[in-house]
């Protein structure tokens, strides 16, 4: 089963980005996927969770201006995400989450990931 992230870009601060995740190899609608993000120079960073039931989570900066969702006939998370800020530049990754989101904090654990499953990420850039 592998993931890959995609529909990064650039984008001014203000606007949105829809990113995607599809799964390939395996059905998705088993399975929890987060999403996280790392930005030069800095930790990586939980940005969001989906449980295969469809419950969502969002760490604390997210909130209110990201949302998260699923196709499973798509076999695809996606990640909405508006009135992007500089500080959201990073590359973001999904992956399985192996507790089905359940504990997640937004803080990143390598724990939590199922090796081999992601990918290389997409570039999020947003300029001020």
């Known amino acids: 089963v592998q993931l890959q992230a995609s529909g990064g870009g650039l984008v001014q601060a203000g606007g949105s980005l829809r990113l995607s995740c599809t799964m390939s190899?395996?059905?998705?609608?088993?399975?929890?996927i987060q999403w996280f993000r790392q930005a030069p120079g800095k930790e990586r960073e939980g940005v969001s969770c989906?449980?295969?039931?469809?419950?969502?989570y969002f760490g604390d900066s997210m909130k209110g201006r990201f949302t998260i969702s699923r196709d499973n006939v798509k076999n695809t998370v996606y990640l909405q995400m508006n009135a992007l800020k500089p500080e959201d530049t990073a590359v973001y990754y999904c992956?399985?989450?192996?507790?089905?989101?359940?504990?997640?904090?937004?803080?990143?654990?390598?724990?939590?990931?199922?090796?081999?499953?992601y990918g290389q990420g997409t570039q999020v850039t947003v300029s001020s």
């Open positions: 190899g395996g059905a998705l609608d088993t399975y929890a």
């Open positions: 992956a399985r989450d192996i507790f089905g989101c359940v504990g997640w904090t937004g803080t990143f654990l390598r724990s939590r990931l199922v090796k081999g499953t």
């Open positions: 989906i449980s295969s039931d469809g419950r969502t």
